[in-house]
């Protein structure tokens, strides 16, 4: 390959609002070449879409605040049952353990009450005797099984 060049390159994650990571690495001019007629530069409509989501940050604001109200109600309500609730001060679940039941048990408590949630084995060996309840169902499933006490 031939000349070699310096470029700054930007990644942006629109959907958790990471702020960009940039990278200076170097780049051989034939693939600068080779991308601009191998379909892989952004299109203009996409490049604008780009520009409006990341200049508003209303949205992310109000998601962030939809589940911070989420989390503490199914907290209460799990703390309230006898639930433990470890490492979950963000994000989109909570992780909760039973004393006395492994994941499984406590995956099979909670269906039978119609909760669905997952081992946490399934995320590694620093999962199992853990449960993840996700925070992504709406308001009123979050509210459901928030109101009867949680096996």
Known sequence: MGEVTQRR?????????????HRQIPVHAELL??????GLMVPAPVQAAMVAALGDDAHADEQRARYAA???????????????????????????????LDGWDSVG???GAGILVAPGEFYGPAGRGHIR?????????????????IP
């Open 33 to 38: 070449e080779v991308r601009r007629h191998a």
């Open 70 to 100: 989420r989390r503490a109600r199914l907290r209460a309500a799990l703390e309230q049952a006898g639930w433990a609730i470890g490492h979950s001060e963000a994000g989109l679940y909570l992780w909760a353990a039973r004393p006395g």
């Open 9 to 21: 390159f930007a990644v942006f994650d629109l959907c958790c609002r990471q702020q960009p990571v």
């Open 133 to 149: 309840v996700a925070l992504t169902a709406t308001d009123e499933r979050i509210d459901a099984p928030a109101r009867p006490v």
């Open 109 to 111: 408590a909670l269906a």
